[in-house]
């Protein structure tokens, strides 16, 4: 079974300050694993995703990931908070065999002024 | 760019009414998916397609229903609402990796 982990459901940055988004994996296959943005009112973003290729990810809006196997993490960062990127995120797993995502419960990200 | 679109982004209805969700993707894909959101939840899934009149279950199917008649339609139909079933619907599709999402329904049971 598979199982996804987003560590802090609630998230505080300083504008220009690192933005680090913690999500740990559980798989007992190779995963895919995928982080999406989503603003107020609307749906799931795809932010960037990892599908066993490089394992450093770059995204959009000047996000990245790495998968790391021996800590079974896909970290979400970005190296300059701006104000635009407060949002909810979401962290997911799947792998090869399945059609269903499990979707992490997510982190709400405050950017402040 | 893919499209899933859906049909409403705002609805109030009635305990016992029966509500159809629609949902529309342009992109030819195989997979449809329906979630419900609730805070503290994340996503759940509902019930999934994955061929025109295929379908299974999800995780918390009770209470509702689909319907796949074309490849680019999928509908979630809530048979009997009831005022546990407000939240937030999500539509998604996917063909190949990864999934893509619509709006969101913002669905209210009065």
């Known amino acids: 079974a598979q199982s996804v982990t987003q560590l802090g459901s609630h998230v505080s940055v300083s504008e220009g300050a690192l933005v680090l988004l913690r999500c740990n994996y559980s798989?007992?296959?190779?995963?895919?694993l995928f982080w999406y943005v989503q603003y107020p009112n609307q749906g799931l973003q795809l932010l960037l995703k990892?599908?066993?290729?490089?394992?450093l990810v770059k995204g959009i809006n000047g996000f990245e990931a790495e998968f790391k196997k021996s800590e079974t993490s896909f970290h979400l960062t970005k190296p300059s908070a701006h104000m635009s990127d407060a949002a909810e995120y979401f962290c997911?797993?799947?792998?090869?065999?399945?059609?269903?995502?499990?979707f992490g419960t997510g982190t709400r990200l405050k950017v402040l002024a | 760019d893919v499209k899933v679109t859906q049909s409403s982004r705002y609805l109030v209805k009635r305990t016992g009414e029966k509500v159809f969700l629609e949902c529309v993707q342009d992109?030819?894909?195989?997979?449809m998916f329906w979630y419900r959101q609730d805070p503290g939840l994340g996503l759940r899934l509902i019930y999934f397609?994955?061929?025109?009149?295929?379908?299974e279950k999800g995780d918390i199917p009770e209470g509702y229903s689909v319907s796949r008649e074309k490849k680019e339609r999928f509908s979630l139909i809530l048979e009997s609402a009831s005022t546990n079933q407000t939240s937030m619907y999500l539509c998604?599709?996917?063909?190949?990796?990864?999934?893509?999402f619509g709006d969101g329904t913002r669905l209210s049971i009065l």
């Open positions: 990892y599908t066993s290729a490089a394992t």
């Open positions: 992109m030819d894909h195989e997979n």
């Open positions: 997911a797993v799947t792998h090869s065999g399945t059609y269903k995502y499990i």
């Open positions: 998604a599709s996917k063909g190949n990796q990864p999934q893509h």
């Open positions: 397609s994955y061929d025109v009149k295929m379908k």
């Open positions: 798989s007992s296959v190779p995963p895919y």
